[in-house]
């Protein structure tokens, strides 16, 4: 990132003695000179960040369906509507569980598991949520992992999709004896047709992990269209992108921010004679943000561009968490336990002061990023 600034800094020096700039000219044509000088380092910048992304960083997208095994049953519904004297039927909603309730509870466990330990915190949101050309429903969008990452994130990957697959192999192995027990427990609710075969079945159940590239604009956009039209696409692809860069550090420090200041309030709010009050704290609590903290430096060096501020909170938090033998210790009921509280708990909101108060808009410019 500083590589780039600097040749920036060059590019516009060069710029300005070529184009006949003087910083005390204030002319109608200077100006509009400088103006133009400004958009042409916007432009500059916004690649620059893009194609440094691109060499450090991949993206990824996690796509897993399992049936949810719930079926709407019209033919109950005409019924109820009727016993119930309701005249329109369309005010009710009956449905039915064709393989038993919560069958589904091992693929949630797996998924969460793997979501909420592995892959939300090894990535950042890119272009979280889009729309499936085909059904037009909304499907998982594709993530930013940094490189240094992605080996940990694709081993996690591997073993939680062996664990998938086992589970469902006996899903289908059980098939046969959910769809007889279904039969007694649901009575003349049972319909066979509410049962796919085992090959569309099997079709349900999809564990899908993808990697992209994160677009590069270090070459110009090829497209059979007029010049100015093939500026205003370029235009738009770099800022879209660079949109995404500024919401990856956004997230980023919003993510930390708001679990240093979780652990803080906690720390300052405990109370040993009254834990059902609040501010009780476990390990947890420590454990999440320790995970934050282990991967922030990553994610600083292969997207960020090593931000001193990230940087500086980082090596700050890494102290705090030293100077913690245990979490009991901070449970203390004594006056010296009190006291240790509250000095982790003023560390921990020294640490990210520096991330506070527009960081982004500080750093990108503009209000519209605070």
């Not at 920036?8 to 000219?25: G, K, T, V, W, Y």
């Not at 960083?57 to 119930?84: C, E, F, Q, W, Y």
């Amino acid at each position: 990132m500083e590589n780039i600034i600097y040749q920036l800094n060059i590019f516009s020096a060069r710029f300005c003695r070529e184009m006949c700039i003087s910083p005390d000219d204030d002319s109608k044509e200077s100006k509009q000179k400088q103006f133009y000088l400004t958009k042409i380092m916007e432009v500059i910048m916004d690649k620059n960040l893009t194609n440094t992304l691109s060499e450090n960083a991949v993206l990824v997208r996690m796509t897993a369906k399992h049936p949810s095994g719930i079926k709407t049953d019209k033919r109950l519904k005409r019924n109820l509507a009727v016993d119930t004297k309701v005249s329109d039927e369309r005010l009710l909603g009956v449905s039915k569980h064709i393989f038993g309730r919560d069958v589904n509870k091992e693929f949630r466990s797996i998924l969460n598991g793997f979501r909420n330990d592995f892959y939300y915190p090894l990535t950042l949101p890119w272009d979280d949520n889009s729309t499936d050309y085909d059904t037009g429903k909304t499907v998982s969008g594709w993530r930013l992992c940094p490189n240094s990452n992605l080996e940990k994130l694709q081993s996690h990957v591997d073993i939680s999709k062996q664990v998938w697959e086992r589970e469902v192999e006996g899903f289908l192995r059980a098939y046969p004896k959910q769809m007889e027990q279904a039969k007694r427990n649901l009575g003349d609710a049972f319909d066979e047709n509410d049962y796919p075969d085992f090959d569309e079945l099997r079709r349900k159940f999809i564990f899908q992990f993808e990697i992209s590239v994160v677009p590069s604009f270090s070459h110009d956009i090829r497209l059979n269209v007029s010049e100015k039209l093939r500026a205003r696409i370029e235009s738009d692809a770099v800022n879209r992108a660079n949109n995404n860069i500024k919401n990856v550090f956004k997230t980023t420090v919003d993510a930390l921010l708001e679990q240093v200041n979780h652990l803080a309030t906690k720390l300052k709010e405990y109370d040993p004679e009254n834990k059902q009050k609040g501010g009780f704290f476990n390990v947890s609590s420590f454990d999440k943000l320790k995970q934050a903290i282990e991967v922030l430096p990553s994610i600083n060096e292969d997207i960020l561009g090593n931000d001193s501020h990230i940087s500086d909170a980082h090596q700050k938090l890494c102290s705090v968490f030293a100077s913690i033998n245990s979490v009991e210790q901070l449970r203390d009921d004594s006056e010296m336990g009190q006291q240790k509280r509250d000095k982790v708990a003023e560390q921990l909101e020294e640490s990210v002061s520096s991330l506070k108060g527009g960081l982004l808009g500080k750093i990108y410019g503009g209000k519209k990023h605070d």
